[in-house]
């Protein structure tokens, strides 16, 4: 730590914080907001004074709730595993911290503040998070390590004894994210200096400290049933696009899953804070939205709104070009809001239907709620409506029960039906699931070889749909490149497309572009934009 001890005494810096209790009454509104899924609740709650009282009436630093001096100019890094979702959410602590004066650190620079968001879908993604986690501590000496995530919530207590890890926050916790740290923070500097530093009060929440005097080994997570708070997340990081969070956690327990374990239960801000956010985004030059969440479809379970009712709010933002949905269940993708989006303003042309299995014994034993029938019929219907429709599709491979003989149904399935991409994920036992009680187990060499296999069929399946459009006009919403690099970009039905570093030009950085595709690139990835046509 930087500070002298006695800067931040006399900046208020030791008190610390019950994150129950502390809220003021402008904090409150904060916290409402944030309920709402407003980002700018963040903001109320760190600015906010005692007593309600503005920054310039009290000009009393240690009066605040938080005080976000002892950040300035601090630096942080990031690292996210898994999904969009995860991504999103970095996304927003980025931006919470940003708000208390918290610079992203560059490539190569050492960080004060180190933030791993992280994923538990697999084995292997444990095992990366875990990686993840000492490289962070080993390559930023003396930062202060922050752990959240689905992995952090699932295994809290384990990570938090990691070398070098302070603060663990579980699904619940991480909506918190700024009180937590800065409680920490203060407890770190005092543990640091031989100071007396008081415990905090966690109320429900499991907490512990322990390890070595470098560290201060907290964790904070709640009963998977007692997660509640939504974190809003609306980021564009980088990226041209946007994605905003409209729904967390599942209700679903499918049997190989551990996404409700982490999650919590399906939970959902409403649909006018919603689309303040997609206008918030249109009014900061935002031309494409993709709507991300766990289970979407399940959208409405804490406001009674339903998932159709916020596409149809949404079309209405002007400015916003496109939205795509990431993923809807197959039984939560209704005919209507099929219907809806083929003759919607805004709603692209794309879906992603996850499969997982294309034999009715092996979605049984996953306990998934359709058939192969219900699938055929929501692609059926979609291809109909919207024949240029781009689908993607999730299957699992080598889960438990599935037999060679399922295997070959679902392989004929996926082949017969007009889907564009296939996303193969090999099975991955996961401590804790019901899925661990079905006998049958697929080794890992078969595994791999069917994973192999449907991957063939899904390139195959990708440049059929990419070359029925060689010779076309398309619109493509460009994407910032490094200069002298070609950009790429994505059609309305999400085909990718190469413009080469002769023809790209900064100012198409998200622009929608006329373009002539061409034939593929060189390794089949994208189709060349042949020729630009008119901008628009
Ligand atoms: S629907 Fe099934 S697979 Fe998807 S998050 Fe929920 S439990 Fe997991």
């Given at each position: 730590?930087?500070e002298?001890t006695?800067?931040?005494r006399?900046s208020?810096f030791?008190?610390f914080?019950?994150?129950?209790v502390?809220?003021g009454?402008?904090?409150?509104k904060?916290?409402k907001?944030?309920?709402?899924?407003?980002?700018l609740?963040m903001?109320a709650?760190i600015?906010?004074?005692?007593k309600?009282?503005?920054?310039?009436?009290t000009k009393?630093?240690?009066?605040y709730m938080?005080?976000s001096?002892a950040f300035?100019?601090?630096?942080?890094?990031?690292?996210?595993?898994?999904?969009?979702?995860?991504?999103?959410?970095?996304?927003?602590f980025g931006k919470?911290?940003e708000?208390?004066g918290?610079?992203?650190a560059k490539?190569g620079?050492?960080?004060?503040?180190?933030?791993?968001?992280?994923?538990?879908?697999?084995?292997?993604?444990?095992?990366?998070?875990?990686?993840?986690?000492h490289?962070?501590?080993?390559?930023?000496?003396?930062?202060?390590?922050i752990?959240t995530?689905c992995?952090a919530q699932?295994?809290?207590e384990?990570?938090?004894?990691?070398?070098?890890v302070d603060?663990?926050?579980g699904?619940?916790?991480?909506a918190?994210?700024?009180?937590?740290?800065?409680?920490?923070?203060?407890q770190k500097?005092?543990?640091?200096?031989g100071?007396?530093?008081?415990t905090?009060?966690?109320g429900?929440?499991e907490s512990?400290?322990n390890g070595?005097a470098?560290?201060?080994?907290q964790h904070?997570?709640?009963?998977?049933?007692e997660i509640k708070?939504?974190?809003p997340?609306c980021?564009r990081?980088n990226r041209?696009r946007?994605?905003?969070?409209?729904?967390d956690?599942?209700?679903?327990?499918c049997?190989?899953c551990t996404?409700?374990?982490?999650?919590?239960n399906?939970?959902?801000?409403?649909?006018?804070s919603?689309?303040a956010?997609?206008e918030?985004?249109a009014a900061?030059?935002?031309?494409?939205?993709?709507?991300?969440?766990?289970?979407?479809?399940?959208?409405?379970q804490?406001?009674h709104?339903r998932?159709?009712?916020?596409?149809k709010?949404?079309d209405q933002v002007?400015?916003i070009?496109?939205?795509?949905i990431s993923?809807?269940?197959p039984?939560l993708?209704d005919?209507?809001?099929?219907?809806?989006?083929?003759?919607?303003?805004a709603?692209m042309?794309?879906?992603?239907?996850?499969l997982?299995s294309?034999s009715?014994?092996?979605l049984?034993l996953?306990?998934?709620?359709y058939?192969?029938a219900?699938f055929?019929?929501?692609?059926?219907?979609?291809?109909?409506k919207?024949?240029?429709?781009?689908?993607?599709v999730d299957?699992m491979?080598g889960?438990r029960?599935e037999?060679?003989?399922?295997f070959?149904?679902?392989?004929?399935f996926?082949k017969?039906?007009?889907?564009?991409?296939?996303?193969?994920?090999?099975y991955s036992?996961r401590?804790?699931t019901?899925?661990?009680k079905?006998?049958y187990?697929v080794?890992?060499?078969?595994k791999?070889k069917r994973?192999?296999r449907?991957?063939?069929?899904?390139?195959q399946k990708?440049?059929?749909?990419?070359?029925?459009?060689?010779?076309t006009?398309a619109e493509v919403?460009?994407?910032?490149?490094?200069r002298?690099?070609?950009?790429?970009?994505?059609?309305?039905n999400y085909i990718r497309?190469?413009?080469?570093?002769?023809?790209?030009?900064?100012?198409?950085?998200n622009?929608?572009?006329?373009v002539?595709?061409?034939?593929?690139?060189?390794?089949?990835?994208?189709?060349k934009?042949e020729?630009?046509?008119?901008g628009?």
């Open positions: 730590m930087r002298t006695a800067g931040l006399s208020g030791f008190r914080i019950d994150p129950k502390f809220l009454e402008n904090a409150l904060g916290q907001l944030l309920a709402q899924g407003n980002t609740g903001k709650i600015n906010a004074p005692c309600g009282k503005s920054l310039k009436e009393e630093k240690d009066k938080i005080d001096s300035q100019g601090k630096k942080a890094a990031y690292y996210t595993l898994g999904c969009k979702l995860n991504f999103s959410e970095t996304s927003t919470m911290l708000d208390m918290v610079i992203t490539r620079e050492k960080a004060d503040i180190c933030l791993i968001n992280t994923c538990s879908v697999t084995e292997v993604a444990d095992h990366k998070c875990r990686q993840a986690i490289r962070m501590v080993r390559n930023n000496p003396g930062a202060f390590v752990v995530g992995y699932l295994e809290s384990n990570v938090s004894k990691i070398e070098g603060l663990v926050l699904a619940n916790e991480k918190h994210l700024i009180q937590y740290l800065s409680n920490a923070w203060a500097f005092a543990q640091e200096n100071l007396a530093a008081q905090p009060q966690n429900d929440a512990s400290q070595d470098a560290s201060l080994h904070y997570s709640v009963k998977t049933k708070t939504f974190q997340s980021s990081g041209t946007y994605f905003l969070k409209v729904q956690g599942c209700n679903y327990y049997t190989y996404i409700p374990f982490a999650r919590g399906s939970r959902n801000p409403s649909i006018q919603l689309v956010q997609c918030q985004a900061e030059g935002g031309k494409e939205i993709v709507i991300t969440g766990v289970n979407i479809g399940d959208f409405g804490t406001t709104e998932f159709i009712d916020l596409v709010a949404m002007e400015g070009k496109r939205y795509r993923s809807l269940e039984d993708c005919d209507d809001l099929i219907e809806y989006c083929a003759q919607s303003r709603f042309p794309h879906f992603h239907i996850p997982q294309g009715d014994e092996v049984k996953m306990h998934r709620r058939d192969k219900l055929a019929h929501k692609v059926n219907l979609i291809k109909e919207m024949p240029d429709a781009f689908i993607g299957v491979v889960c029960g037999t060679p003989e399922c070959e149904e679902c392989y004929e996926l017969s039906l007009p889907v564009t991409q296939l996303h193969v994920f090999p036992e401590p804790g019901a899925a661990l079905i006998p187990v080794d890992e060499k078969e791999k994973s192999k449907l991957l063939e069929l899904s390139d990708t440049q059929e749909f990419y070359a029925q459009y060689i010779g006009e919403l460009f994407e910032k490149a490094p002298g690099k070609a950009m790429h970009g994505f059609t309305k497309v190469e413009l080469s570093p002769a023809l790209a030009k900064e100012e198409y950085d622009q929608l572009i006329k002539r595709l061409g034939d593929f690139n060189h390794d089949k990835t994208a189709l934009a020729l630009e046509v008119k628009s």
